[in-house]
Nanobody, 115 residues
Framework: QVQLVESGGGLVQPGGSLRLSCAAS????????MGWYRQAPEKARDLVAT???????NYADSVKGRFTISRDNAKNTVYLQMNSLKPEDTAIYYC?????????WGQGTQVTVSS
C-alpha cells in the first residue's frame, strides 16, 4: 500500500502564492507519474498538473503560467508552486500517484483564495 501526505494549503489573498507538497511512502516500487487534482464545491475533480518520472509535465489550461509542478524522485515527493492565485482556484487539492495499474490519492488539502 502507498500513503500520500499533503501539506501547504491554507488561506491566501488574491494574487498571493502557496506551495503544496505531497510525500509518498509505503510500497513504492516504480512510480509512473505524480500529480495534483482539485475539486471545488459541487464540481467534479479536475486535473491541475502532472509530472512523470521522466519529467514530462502537463498542466490544465487554467493554471498555465501561474502554477509550477516539480518532483524530487529521491524523496518520492511532488510539489505545486501556485502563484497569482485567483478566487476560482479555491478548492480541495488532491495528490495522486500512479504506479503500475494502481492509482493512489492523498486526503486532500484545502486552498482558499479570498480577500
Amino acid at each position: 500500500q502507498v500513503q500520500l501526505v499533503e501539506s501547504g494549503g491554507g488561506l491566501v489573498q488574491p494574487g498571493g502564492s502557496l506551495r503544496l507538497s505531497c510525500a509518498a511512502s509505503g510500497s513504492i516500487r516504480a512510480i509512473n507519474a505524480m500529480g495534483w487534482y482539485r475539486q471545488a464545491p459541487e464540481k467534479a475533480r479536475d486535473l491541475v498538473a502532472t509530472i512523470t518520472t521522466g519529467g514530462t509535465i502537463n498542466y490544465a489550461d487554467s493554471v498555465k503560467g501561474r502554477f509550477t509542478i516539480s518532483r524530487d524522485n529521491a524523496k518520492n515527493t511532488v510539489y505545486l508552486q501556485m502563484n497569482s492565485l485567483k478566487p476560482e482556484d479555491t478548492a480541495i487539492y488532491y495528490c495522486k500517484l500512479n504506479q503500475g495499474w494502481a492509482n493512489y490519492w492523498g486526503q486532500g488539502t484545502q486552498v482558499t483564495v479570498s480577500s
